[in-house]
């Protein structure tokens, strides 16, 4: 195992902090909803669309800063919903097709599980993601996910962002790939404002 080797221990935890620098907490009034990505620097928010029920939400950035964030768009169906919380410039995510991962390489989460804030797991890709929608279109990973983590990244172990953790089934981590949160996010730039539930194609 390279868990408990110190040069290990090392990279690891700084895959982890780097992560977390692009990573949000969502949150529902007082109640944690789960986490998102900042996917560009303009202020706009990548989560899942169970985490960002209604029309606002408030998102905690790394530095501790708490924001209004307007739902601009979801999309139920591929799980994901944009927020904007606009004003400045913020770190975005570093981002890689996840299509071009291959079973059993490193991928990690960062997420709030069961209220525990900016926690890192550690897991392997089981599956990559098919061309079709549906259980094919997703990325699947052994790797420890909990209530929290919804909306927050699966990264390489480059820390490029490669999906969006969505759900448990089975025991392995369920991730909306980082092509389809691409094309969803093209898709409400091209829409003329407003929020709403954006449909997939």
Same mark, same amino acid.
């Given at each position: 195992?390279?868990?408990?080797?110190?040069?290990?221990?090392?990279?690891?935890?700084?895959?982890?902090?780097?992560?977390?620098?692009?990573?949000?907490?969502?949150?529902?009034?007082?109640?944690?909803?789960?986490?998102?990505?900042?996917?560009?620097?303009?202020?706009?928010?990548?989560?899942?669309?169970?985490?960002?029920?209604?029309?606002?939400?408030?998102?905690?950035?790394?530095?501790?800063?708490?924001?209004?964030?307007?739902?601009?768009?979801?999309?139920?169906?591929?799980?994901?919903?944009?927020?904007?919380?606009?004003?400045?410039?913020?770190?975005?995510?570093?981002?890689?097709?996840?299509?071009?991962?291959?079973?059993?390489?490193?991928?990690?989460?960062?997420?709030?599980?069961? &209220?525990?804030?900016? @926690?890192?797991?550690?897991? +392997? %890709?089981? =599956?990559?993601?098919?061309?079709?929608?549906?259980? *094919? /279109?997703?990325?699947?990973?052994?790797?420890?996910?909990?209530?929290?983590?919804?909306?927050?990244?699966?990264?390489?172990?480059?820390?490029?962002?490669?999906?969006?953790?969505?759900?448990?089934?089975? &025991?392995?981590?369920? @991730?909306?790939?980082?092509? +389809? %949160?691409? =094309?969803?996010?093209?898709?409400?730039?091209?829409? *003329? /404002?407003?929020?709403?539930?954006?449909?997939?194609?």
């Amino acid at each position: 195992m390279l868990r408990g080797v110190p040069a290990f221990d090392e990279a690891l935890g700084k895959l982890a902090e780097r992560i977390g620098r692009v990573t949000v907490h969502v949150r529902n009034g007082r109640r944690s909803a789960g986490a998102g990505v900042v996917w560009l620097r303009s202020g706009v928010i990548v989560t899942n669309a169970h985490v960002a029920a209604g029309s606002r939400t408030e998102v905690v950035l790394p530095d501790g800063r708490a924001l209004t964030a307007r739902v601009t768009a979801r999309d139920p169906r591929r799980d994901l919903a944009v927020l904007s919380i606009g004003g400045g410039e913020l770190d975005a995510a570093l981002r890689a097709d996840a299509r071009g991962l291959r079973a059993g390489e490193l991928v990690v989460a960062v997420g709030h599980p069961l &209220g525990v804030s900016y @926690a890192a797991s550690l897991g +392997v %890709v089981h =599956r990559v993601p098919g061309a079709a929608h549906g259980p *094919a /279109g997703w990325l699947h990973a052994d790797i420890r996910l909990a209530p929290g983590n919804s909306g927050g990244p699966l990264a390489d172990s480059s820390g490029r962002v490669v999906g969006i953790n969505a759900m448990i089934v089975g &025991g392995l981590g369920i @991730a909306v790939p980082t092509h +389809v %949160v691409e =094309r969803f996010v093209h898709e409400v730039e091209r829409e *003329a /404002g407003g929020a709403g539930d954006v449909r997939a194609a």
